[in-house]
């Protein structure tokens, strides 16, 4: 089945550790997106790529990295100078900006 | 920059009634509107994306219409049921997409 696959589902990290969360996809997207949930917040977006070895910083992009080597992945490094990176992280891809996105899952990172 | 709202943030209906949640956005030159159904600890599941060009698009119970011209979007859904419950949220595309921070539903049976 075609969709996004995101890893791992919870991650527990200790302070001053950089985690890098994975994100998949066999849609045949070129575009792919990380976003960050938090309680009672709408999304953020961190990162977006919309062609392979490009990428851009979203709104809150601090304190975090990303790769595009391959179409099908999108993996988000949350290094230690991300002050508070306790939240849902959220991948997601579209065939461009005027398609229909779709979401991976989500990964919950907790530092502890 | 665009803002998109949600209004209300919680709603609680009996099971089998009728209902409607409400999205608006502030700048109009959209080429979409989705709505999505996240269930807790779950990634968002798009339910409907309606074109720039249409009023709205059906799916089974759900309706959704959009409104360019007021930036309003409504996502009607008929004969709730408790499955039904979960947070729905609406995004806008323009140059990125932005989502609204999601009604709250409970369908109570």
């Known amino acids: 089945d075609g969709g996004i696959t995101q890893s791992p589902k919870y991650l527990f990290r200790k302070e001053g550790q950089n985690v890098t969360l994975s994100c998949e996809q066999n849609?045949?997207?070129?575009?792919m997106y990380w976003y960050r949930q938090d309680p009672g917040q709408g999304l953020r977006l961190i990162y977006y790529?919309?062609?392979?070895?490009?990428?851009q910083k979203g709104d809150i992009a601090e304190g975090y990295s990303v790769s595009r080597e391959k179409k099908e992945s999108f993996p988000l490094t949350v290094t230690s100078a991300q002050k508070n990176p306790t939240a849902f992280y959220l991948c997601?891809?579209?065939?461009?900006?005027?398609?229909?996105?779709?979401f991976g899952e989500g990964s919950r990172l907790t530092v502890l | 920059k665009q803002e998109v709202t949600q209004i209300p943030a919680a709603l609680s209906v009996p099971e089998g009634e009728n209902l409607v949640l409400n999205c608006s956005f502030t700048?109009?030159?959209?080429?979409?509107l989705q709505w999505f159904r996240q269930d807790p600890g779950k990634g968002l599941t798009s339910l409907l994306l309606?074109?720039?060009?249409?009023r709205e698009q059906t799916s089974g119970r759900l309706n959704a219409s959009l409104d360019k011209s007021s930036g309003r979007s409504t996502l009607y859904i008929a004969a709730s049921q408790p499955g039904d419950s979960a947070t729905y949220l609406c995004?806008?595309?323009?140059?990125?997409?932005?989502f609204g921070t999601g009604t709250s539903l409970t369908v109570i049976p």
């Open positions: 997601a891809s579209s065939s461009g900006r005027d398609g229909e996105l779709f």
């Open positions: 849609l045949n997207h070129d575009a």
């Open positions: 790529s919309q062609i392979v070895n490009d990428f």
């Open positions: 700048d109009s030159a959209i080429y979409n």
């Open positions: 309606i074109q720039s060009s249409q």
């Open positions: 995004a806008v595309a323009d140059n990125q997409f932005y």
